[in-house]
């Protein structure tokens, strides 16, 4: 079992950065693989980011293409999510979540822990 604890949200002007960290409790985080989800105001949570357990597979959706950068320490067990040239349709509510299926997983069924999720609201 593992509980993930989030931080870095705020306020963030558009065109800005900000970076979300997740810390991980447990002595066997790098058998998970983590995930970054958002869920915007009266929208449904949507996949952003995924890292595999030694970080050597990234996938990530296509709207943060090229912007947001989803980064893992396992030494450290920590995983983070770099945003950059934020948009206001970024804003959302974010959320670490940690899954013990390997592969591309998007879905949210496909992951079983997750963080309390930071609020990123992106000023235009």
């Known amino acids: 079992q593992v509980q993930l604890v989030e931080s870095g949200g705020g306020l963030v002007q558009a065109g800005g950065s900000l970076r979300l960290s997740c810390a991980a409790s447990g002595r066997t985080f790098s058998s998970y693989a983590m995930g970054w989800f958002r869920q915007a105001p009266g929208k449904e949570r949507e996949f952003v980011a995924r890292?595999?357990?030694?970080?050597?597979?990234?996938s990530y959706t296509d709207s943060v293409k090229g912007r947001f950068t989803i980064s893992r320490d396992n030494a450290k067990n920590m995983v983070y999510l770099q945003m950059n040239s934020l948009e206001p349709e970024d804003t959302a509510v974010y959320y670490c979540?940690?899954?013990?299926?390997?592969?591309?997983?998007?879905?949210?069924?496909?992951?079983?822990?997750w963080g309390q999720g930071p609020q990123v609201p992106v000023s235009s």
């Open positions: 979540a940690a899954s013990t299926l390997e592969g591309i997983r998007t879905s949210s069924n496909e992951y079983s822990y």
């Open positions: 890292i595999s357990r030694l970080g050597g597979r990234i």
